[in-house]
Structures are given as structure tokens and as C-alpha cells.
């Protein structure tokens, strides 16, 4: 991975190697979702793994009606529903999320836009390329052997990807054992749940296997061998539920930007070195700032990956050996899902360029998901939204860390699991723009909707 202000010298450096990739634009932009005469949008940010409260959150809209199969679309057809990304990971059910999310964008395709997040676009990595030590993942080695932020443990025995063993209850106690351990010593930075031979050859100081350095494997090699076995089964079964049930195939269908009304949709943020980048390539191949972000980054992405998974390459899961790499949209796209540029020093000034560079679609503010807050926020007057607002039960409680969610799994009762508990009840916002008319210009502040506003909630194990 790059640091940016690398990435920001190649992309000058090769932006007139490729410009004659792209063609003349067209009469809208290919960023434009769900045409100019909406209404409403809502915005719902990182979901991350709790799909009761995703259904929570999208009944209280009042759009859809889930008592019916298939889900019907109850409000006017100028209404919409926007999510920002970051589905997976943190919590446990994160494939019933996708599996939602995919539902609803599937069914109304006139009303839903969905983009990708981070956490998204790293779980395609790890689901559909092949990687070894001649052949490395692209980003070191999968973000699941990370000991936090990603795949909680939970979601492999729960997602129905892998079948029922008489011995998952022990493995995952020893694995929330030695997960607590490394939790209260605060080195979760440091030690990795090793499964790919990348992260068990190149251990070092800041990179320790816990199934060979934390207790209860540290004296228990025997466990430690079935521990690590079985963590390897449950993945590989999971990015074969991923693949086979089509989640995998309608993730790299989705936008990674995205306009809708006046909002440009970004997971992280558009930084500057890539706007001006886009604009240079636009200015050179005669077509709009919108063309080029999307054959800069939407188009390279999906096409990559439609290809591979089905063509001669695609046989499943884990069987991409070429790499993204055409017109450095990797680079670009692990910028635009993980920038929080916006929210530091000179942040307004950043979302004003931005927006002038992209008048042509008259989009007046920039909605990111990425950082999290306790509830949606507004800033730089309006021009930004900030959506992230923390809407998954299991972050919220724990953070970044894998604590047992499941009353069964008492391994990681320790310290830094033990000091806050996940509630039944939703909690965050999400925000609501609206206009009377679709010949109005959209306000320049939106409309926070909370939990509280509405009513106590209860129930939320049931199934809508």
C-alpha cells in the first residue's frame, strides 16, 4: 500500500499513459443514480454487522413494507434510500446484512443506492482472489488475520456457510480466551489470527501468531493445531457461502461513488490530490470530472472483477491470481474508502474543491461514511455530511475488539470485553433530505432522525 502523497506524484506522472481509455461524455453522468426528480433520501451509515438493526432502521423510514415476500416499496417513487457502505465485520451477522442491504437494492432498483466501504472492498479481497507466498495478497495478507476491526468469529458458525461440528463451542471459547488476553495487554495491534502462510512465515515484534504466542495455545500445542485448523475450515467455508450465494458477485457490482440529488457518495472521501487528478484526466479526454472519477475507479473495479470471477480464472472463491492494477485504481480506490482528510485541518476547504470540480452535476455537499460518531452530524455549513453514527449494537459496546456476543462463549470475559455490554435497543441516526417538489433545490441542511424520536424499541430478535 502506498502513502498517499506518493500516490499523488504517480498519478501526475502516469495520468497521459492511459487517456485515450476513455471516451467522450455522455449526457449524464455515469455517477448519477436514480435520475433528478427525487424528493427524500435517506442516508443510513455503517451498518457493520447487525442486521436487526439495519431492518430496524429501514422499517422507521416508512418505505418499505416487509410483512410482504417480496418486500414492497411504500412510499412515493420519488423517494430513496442511500447506504454508505461498511455492511461487514464487527459484528456477527454481517453476510444477513448483505444478504438485507442486497434485497432491498436488488428489488428497488429505482429507490436503493448502495455503495462500498472499506471494509466492503476488503472483504472482496479476501473472497475472491487467490494469494500465496509467489502470488501475495495485495495488501500484505487478508484483513482477516487481523485480531480486530474485521471478520468477527462469531459470523463463521452463524452465517449457515459452515456446518455444525460437535467441538465449535471449545474452539471458539479457546479463541475468545486467547483474544482477551491480547485485549487487556491492549496488543491487538500486535498479534494476528494466522491462518495464510504470509502472516505465519513473517512473524516478528509487531506481527505475533496468537496460536503460537498467547495462552491457552501457547502451552497447548494440540489445541492450538485444531484451533488454527478449524479457524482455516470456517474461512474458507465462508468465502465459498460468499462466492456461491451470489453476495460476492453483487459486491463488485456496486458503485465505490456515487451521486445522488445533490450528494456525492463516498465511503471515505475524495482527497485532493484525487480530484485534481480526475480533472486533469477530464480536461485532457474532453469529458466531465464525473466521467473520470467513474472510469477511474467504478468502471476498472467492476470490470476486473466481473471478468475474473466469470471467466476462465473465476472457478470460486479465492481463485483471482491477476491483480487491480490497471490506471492505478487500486491505489485510487483505497484512497476514496479510507480518507478522513475532511475532518482534519483545512477539512471544509477540501469538500469545497471537490464541489467545484463537480458543478456540472450541480452536487452541493459530499456524504462519507468511515468515521464514527454517536449520531449523524452536518459540517463545513451543510457541505458535509458525516453518516457514520455508529448504528451496529456490537461496535458501539465494543468497539473494535471481538467480544463473545453469544452467551455460550464465556472465553473473552475479561477486562476489556467486561466493561460495557451490548443493548437490545438500536441506537445512532440517520439523516433524512427532503423537498416538495423535484423542480426545488435541496436544502442545505438535513433532517436527523433518532431512535428516540420515534418510540421505545423492542423485539429486535425478530425476524421482519
Not at 143 to 153: E, G
Not at 203 to 225: C, W
Not at 236 to 242: H, V
Request: aromatic content about 10%.
Amino acid at each position: 500500500m502506498r502513502p498517499l502523497q506518493y500516490i499523488s506524484t504517480v498519478l501526475i506522472l502516469i495520468y497521459s499513459l492511459f487517456c485515450n481509455s476513455f471516451t467522450k461524455a455522455q449526457s449524464s453522468s455515469p455517477l448519477r443514480y436514480l435520475g433528478t426528480n427525487l424528493t427524500s433520501i435517506h442516508f443510513i451509515g455503517d451498518l457493520h454487522g447487525d442486521v436487526n438493526c439495519a431492518k430496524e432502521w429501514v422499517k422507521e423510514t416508512k418505505l418499505v413494507d416487509f410483512t410482504t415476500t417480496p418486500y414492497t416499496w411504500i412510499g412515493e417513487s420519488t423517494d430513496a434510500i442511500v447506504f454508505l457502505g461498511d455492511y461487514v465485520d464487527k459484528g456477527s451477522t454481517s453476510s444477513s446484512v448483505l444478504s438485507f442491504v442486497k434485497d432491498l437494492q436488488t428489488t428497488f432498483v429505482n429507490n436503493v443506492v448502495t455503495i462500498l466501504g472499506n471494509h466492503d472492498f476488503f472483504q472482496v479481497l479476501d473472497a475472491a482472489l487467490e494469494y500465496d507466498e509467489e502470488n501475495p495478497h495485495p495488501l500484505g495478507h487478508p484483513q482477516h488475520d487481523y485480531a480486530y476491526s474485521f471478520v468477527h468469529p462469531e459470523e463463521y458458525v452463524t452465517s449457515g456457510y459452515s456446518p455444525k461440528r460437535d467441538d465449535d463451542d471449545e474452539i471458539m471459547n479457546a479463541i475468545y480466551e486467547a483474544l482477551n488476553f491480547v485485549y487487556d495487554r491492549r496488543l491487538e495491534g500486535d498479534v494476528k489470527l494466522c491462518t495464510s502462510e504470509s502472516c505465519m512465515k513473517n512473524q516478528d515484534t509487531n506481527n505475533a501468531d496468537i496460536f503460537t504466542s498467547v495462552p491457552p495455545f501457547l502451552d497447548n500445542e494440540e489445541l492450538a493445531t485444531r484451533a488454527r485448523e478449524r479457524l482455516t475450515t470456517w474461512r474458507n467455508e465462508y468465502m465459498i457461502g460468499l462466492h456461491d450465494s451470489g453476495l460476492l458477485h453483487w459486491m463488485i457490482e456496486q458503485p465505490l461513488i456515487a451521486i445522488v440529488g445533490d450528494t456525492l457518495l463516498v465511503h471515505g472521501g475524495v482527497a485532493p490530490e484525487i480530484i485534481n487528478y480526475a480533472s486533469k484526466v477530464a480536461k485532457s479526454n474532453e469529458i466531465t470530472v464525473e466521467d473520470s472519477l467513474h472510469n477511474l475507479v467504478n468502471k476498472p473495479f467492476t470490470t476486473f472483477f466481473q471478468q475474473n470471477l466469470n471467466g476462465d480464472e473465476g472457478r470460486g472463491a479465492n481463485s483471482i491470481k491477476s491483480r487491480l492494477n490497471e490506471g492505478y485504481a487500486f491505489e485510487i480506490i483505497l484512497s476514496l474508502i479510507q480518507d478522513r482528510g475532511y475532518f482534519k485541518q483545512n477539512g471544509c476547504q477540501k469538500v469545497q474543491n471537490v464541489i467545484d470540480q463537480l458543478q456540472q452535476e450541480k452536487v452541493n455537499r459530499i456524504c462519507v461514511g468511515h468515521t464514527p460518531r454517536d449520531y449523524a452530524e452536518e459540517f463545513c455549513n451543510g457541505q458535509l455530511l458525516a453518516s457514520d453514527s455508529s448504528l451496529s449494537r456490537s461496535f458501539r459496546a465494543y468497539g473494535n475488539l471481538y467480544c463473545p456476543l453469544d452467551e455460550r462463549f464465556q472465553g473473552g470475559n475479561g477486562l476489556a470485553c467486561s466493561q460495557n455490554r451490548m443493548v437490545d435497543q438500536c441506537e445512532g441516526s440517520i439523516s433524512i433530505l427532503t423537498r416538495k417538489t423535484p423542480d426545488e433545490e435541496w436544502p442545505r441542511n438535513v433532517k436527523t432522525l433518532t431512535m428516540n424520536d420515534l418510540k421505545q424499541y423492542v423485539g429486535l430478535k425478530d425476524e421482519f
